[in-house]
């Protein structure tokens, strides 16, 4: 049984894909983070205890088979008329004690919708707790349709695991 996680450190890395299909388009943003050939488990948002975020680059993004379940949070955002724009991101804010953090994802049609959004959802998520976390910390990624559909995408991934019975 192979499986795949990021124990300490997990990555946050973003990418835009085009394509003829706005599914297309998200396929592409996938396969250029080296994610495309997971399903996706989209996960609730919570990062674990003594588990950084890391949007360096140095933290690998997790590796397994074909098919493998990715346990991951992600933004996306589609756009198809030309000029329109696509934004995601993603926000974080971890404990100080080590107790683990909290994720926020968002979408939008601007840069400024998107930042808002997630330092909005932050600043309520830890209302009445906010000494006990950190400074909020984002990671955006934005695209402008030029043509044909495009997809911008940000996304944390966790750890794969394959499914039951898999070889």
């Known amino acids: 049984m192979l499986t795949s996680a990021v124990h300490d450190q997990i990555p946050v890395v973003r990418a835009t894909g085009r394509g003829g299909t706005t ?7 996938l396969v250029a983070v080296d994610l495309g050939h997971y ?12 588990t950084g975020v890391d949007t360096t ?3 690998p993004v997790p590796v397994g088979q074909w098919g493998d379940r990715l346990y991951c949070v992600y933004a996306e955002q589609r756009a198809t008329s030309v000029g329109e724009q696509a934004w995601a991101g993603i926000g974080w804010v971890q404990r100080h004690d080590g107790g683990g953090g909290l994720f926020v994802e968002h979408e939008g049609n601007s840069e400024e919708f998107v930042t808002h959004a997630i330092r909005t959802s932050l600043r309520d998520l830890v209302a009445g707790r906010e ?4 400074a ?6 934005g695209a402008v349709c030029t043509g044909e559909p495009v997809c911008s995408l940000v996304v944390a991934a966790y750890e ?8």
């Open 23 to 29: 599914l297309s388009a998200f396929h592409e943003a």
């Open 39 to 50: 399903n996706l488990v989209r996960l609730s948002s919570v990062i674990p205890p003594r």
């Open 57 to 59: 680059g140095k933290a």
């Open 131 to 134: 000494n006990e976390f950190t």
């Open 136 to 141: 909020p910390e984002w990671v955006l990624n």
């Open 160 to 167: 794969t695991a394959p499914w039951a019975g898999a070889r």
